[in-house]
Nanobody, 124 residues
Framework: QVQLVESGGGLVQAGGSLRLACAAS????????TGWFRQAPGKEREFVAA????????YYADSVKGRFTISRDNAKNTVYLQMNSLQPEDTALYYC?????????????????WGQGTQVTVSS
């Protein structure tokens, strides 16, 4: 049974940083591209960042480009999201997911397994 567990969320002031982790069990995350998505209250879930299985290609939403960095440690079966210069508009529940289907990295329907999410709250 595949399980993804996100951690590292919390409350931070604007301008601060957090590092999220997505730990996988029941699968070898290195076999999959992995993405981070977020969902704010009353809004649809949106793409944040993704990384291919080798870790040599990354993709970012325009809203986080230059502030967030996605990386992976396949030896630890874990994918990370380093978030710097956080702003109140980054407040959301952050999810990781493994990409299964061919198609754009930003498309939610191309991902198969999802974690339960970790809350990020940025105060002004």
């Amino acid at each position: 049974q595949v399980q993804l567990v996100e951690s590292g969320g919390g409350l931070v002031q604007a301008g601060g940083s957090l590092r999220l982790a997505c730990a996988a069990s029941g699968c070898t995350v290195s076999s999959y591209a992995t993405g981070w998505f977020r969902q704010a209250p009353g809004k649809e879930r949106e793409f944040v960042a993704a990384i291919n299985w080798r870790g040599d290609n990354t993709y970012y939403a325009d809203s986080v480009k230059g502030r967030f960095t996605i990386s992976r440690d396949n030896a630890k079966n874990t994918v990370y999201l380093q978030m710097n210069s956080l702003q109140p508009e980054d407040t959301a529940l952050y999810y990781c997911a493994t990409k299964r289907y061919v198609g754009p990295y930003y498309e939610l329907t191309n991902y198969e397994y999802w974690g339960q999410g970790t809350q990020v709250t940025v105060s002004s």
